[in-house]
């Protein structure tokens, strides 16, 4: 029966890898979590996934694994794509390598998009139906709910907006390319900016308490990457019509980005009138990754529609 079934999700990060078991109900059941240690190479990482995942079922039966991994996957290269931080998960065959021990469904997606599936069933059901998730840490990921269904482009590669401009031949980003919003906008992002302003190394919930305490540096940083995050988050309203922003990662903690964007936000959009685009915080804080992977493996099994 349906209802007695478990599935297995995956959050595989460049620094964690955590797991959870989940019911047919949604119901998470147990979750566990170790450090990947991408550096040890790709061997350990895939035995590092394994040691998670069996500790997370704890011998019980399930029927599908989901994974959220960085970047997108292309199962014609079988090969991810789009991992700067990580670039050893871009070897050809990592994911037929990491799935070859498990003898049931396995479904892969980008993170953010896993952030954006997790969040949108948790609070934007009935409410928003077209919503724009995004991770700000280390890096900035995105993922894109429209007409309530996950977006995903002609190839999976879909919400990738943390690699479009904001200044042409602006700051070098870790993809390459200059003038990418994660070169301004990612946790590391802005700690380097305010170093560079400053000599002081801080990372950015410092940097939001100097601003409170008055810091000039500090208050132009945080001014600066609220109107920078307004900007970009401007743009993917008015490319796709959305109707509100879901921020989470380690960045989307402070208060300044919900005081200060929304204002931004709405004196940049452009053409139909609009009410509100709220920019609504994440609820389900770093379970968001994990339970959204775990729905993967519940559409495996025909018993979530996305």
């Keep these: 029966m349906s209802e007695n079934l478990q599935v297995i999700g995956v959050d595989l990060g460049g620094t964690k890898v955590e797991a959870c078991l989940l019911d047919a109900q949604r119901r998470c059941l147990a979750r566990e979590r170790a450090f990947c240690e991408a550096a040890k190479g790709l061997d350990h990482v895939i035995e590092t996934v394994h040691s998670v995942v069996e500790r997370a079922a704890d011998g019980q039966p399930y029927a599908a694994v989901g994974i959220g991994a960085p970047g997108t996957y292309v199962p014609a290269d079988d090969a991810f794509y789009g991992v700067p931080h990580t670039p050893a998960y ?9 799935k070859a021990d498990w003898r049931v469904p396995v479904a892969v997606e980008n993170d953010a998009n896993c952030l954006a599936l997790a969040e949108y069933f948790a609070a934007c059901v009935g409410r928003y139906h077209y919503v724009m998730a995004v991770i700000i ?40 390319r200059r003038g990418c919003a994660e070169a301004y906008l990612s946790g590391s992002s802005i700690s380097r900016r ?23 540096a ?3 940083i945080i001014e600066e990457t ?25 960045v989307s903690n402070l208060p300044v980005w919900y005081e200060k964007v929304p204002t931004y936000l709405q004196s940049r959009l452009f053409g139909v009138p609009r009410g509100e685009v709220p920019i609504l915080k994440a609820q389900l804080g770093d379970s968001a990754g994990v339970f959204g992977a775990a729905y993967l493996a519940l559409r495996e099994l025909a018993l979530m529609d996305f």
């Design 90 to 98: 871009e070897t050809p065959g990592f994911f037929s390598r990491l």
């Design 137 to 176: 840490g280390t890096g900035m990921g995105y993922g894109l709910i429209l007409g309530d269904r996950l977006y995903r482009g002609a190839r999976g590669g879909a919400g990738e907006i943390g690699h479009t401009t904001i200044k042409y031949d602006g700051r070098l980003c870790e993809c390459g």
């Design 194 to 216: 305010y170093e560079e302003a400053t000599g002081s190394r801080a990372g950015v919930p410092e940097i939001y308490q100097r601003c409170l305490n008055g810091e000039p």
């Design 218 to 220: 500090a208050v132009e």
């Design 226 to 250: 609220s109107r920078l995050m307004a900007e970009i988050f401007a743009n993917a309203v008015n490319a796709f019509d959305l109707e509100a922003v879901i921020l989470g990662g380690g």
